[in-house]
């Protein structure tokens, strides 16, 4: 479902023309086809969303309100409590370790929070730096989560993927799984494996046929030996505990991920949004539906309309797919020796002959989360209507901030 530009730019501009910019929209109808697009991809498996790429709770609500999703994975201890107080979820997996300590300490101190939320592991050593905040027999059991490492590892030291957890081996996983469960104070209920390399990294990179090659021939023999690694890591695994989840995959490899026996559940929500670095993937390819908009300020020259703001950028390699685009009207581009700068961004093309003082171009971000970080509310588009809808920051959470 792609909506004609020229009708989703009217629609975006009168939605919001009492406005001023920046502005952020995201429009609903994409927003609800990418996500029934992920549940039919999903094959049945639940899909636990993804708070890091949302970062707005009424967007979170939305999506949790569909029968394919349950649960969030947060991305960090005090986001995750600050959900379950919320009434948002009752089922929240931390996707990384944590060492907050006034979080650590209020969610021993919470019942309910600690039934509701389960804290990402891979070495004994952050079960010792819980222990320090509040030692066992003073707190209910800390629910744990094994993250297995999901790189690939054809040979000697090279090493495919991200540098995420030292846990790659089922044997490894054994071993730790032992020493979890013996320890008073905590519970092992999962497993997670993140298999970046898949799930966050597109296999047709515009403009570069080679290295799209050299993407999915890595991803070819990559996924084959994570599906045999993690299923010996669960059967590992069940030797010492009952595991309630085993969590794979992204809004990248959702149907990949799936289709894996040893997994209970996937997790997305890059894909809602639809942001530009999945336009490099050939599985599949959400709608656009999170954008934002800049004012035309000035026009130094015939060919050139320069926008107020606009450096936005995503987080990552420091090179052009972590760059916004302008997307609407059609056929801008930068000015290569300026780019996106925090005050202003001059772009160029036949159209920008065409732009006027107080005229729009709308953007996409490279990312989907990440936007939020620059605008307190979303103005949720339903037909020819805007809602605002706070974000995190909006909220006054800057949880990575």
């Known amino acids: 479902m792609r909506a004609d530009p020229t009708s989703l730019q009217r629609r975006l501009d009168e939605a919001t023309g009492h406005l ?13 086809d990418n996500a029934a697009q992920l549940e039919a991809r999903a094959g049945g498996k639940p899909i636990r969303v993804a708070s890091k790429s ?10 949790l309100a569909r029968p394919g999703w349950h649960g969030v994975m947060a991305y960090s201890l005090p986001e995750a409590i600050w959900l379950v107080r919320a009434g948002v979820t009752d089922d929240v997996l931390v996707a990384y370790p944590t060492v907050n300590r006034t979080a650590i300490t209020e969610l021993a101190a919470d019942e309910k929070l600690s039934a509701a939320i389960s804290v990402m592991v891979d070495s004994v050593a952050h079960l010792d730096f819980i222990d320090r905040v509040v030692p066992p027999g003073n707190r209910p059991d800390v629910r744990l989560c094994l993250e297995l490492d999901s ?3 054809p040979a000697g030291p090279l090493h495919v993927g991200v540098r995420r957890s030292p846990i790659h081996s089922a044997a490894q996983a054994s071993a730790l799984a032992r020493r979890l469960v013996a320890r008073p104070g905590f519970k092992l209920v999962g497993m997670m494996s993140y298999e970046a390399q898949i799930a966050g990294v597109g296999d047709a990179p515009p403009r570069q046929a080679l290295r ?3 993407i999915r021939l890595m991803q070819a023999y990559s996924f084959p030996e994570l599906v045999r690694r993690r299923a010996e890591a669960v059967a590992a695994l069940s030797e010492h505990t009952d595991l309630e989840f085993v969590n794979g995959g992204g809004t990248g490899s959702v149907a990949a991920t799936s289709a894996d026996p040893a997994v209970t559940e996937v997790t997305a929500g890059s894909g809602l949004y639809g942001p530009t670095l999945f336009d490099s993937y050939r599985n599949w390819r959400p709608t656009p539906a999170a954008f934002f908009a800049l004012s035309v300020v000035r026009r130094p020259a015939p060919g050139i309309a320069t926008l107020h703001g606009g450096g936005w950028i995503a987080s990552g390699p420091a090179d052009q797919s972590r760059l916004p685009q302008p997307y609407l009207p059609a056929g801008l581009r930068f000015k290569p020796d300026e780019g996106p700068g925090e005050v202003q961004t001059p772009v160029l093309g036949r159209v920008a002959a065409t732009l006027r003082p107080g005229d729009r171009v709308w953007f996409r971000h490279a990312k ?11 103005q949720l588009i339903d037909g020819g209507t805007a809602t605002p809808a706070p974000t995190y920051r909006g909220e006054g959470h800057a949880f990575l901030g």
Request: with cysteine; aromatic share 4%; net charge negative.
């Open 368 to 378: 989907a989360g990440e936007l939020c970080e620059h605008v307190n509310e979303l």
């Open 20 to 32: 001023e910019t920046p502005v952020a929209a995201v429009d609903l109808a994409a927003f609800d």
């Open 151 to 153: 790189s690939w590892k």
């Open 54 to 63: 949302v970062r707005c709770r009424p967007l979170l609500e939305r999506v």
């Open 212 to 214: 799209g090659r050299a």
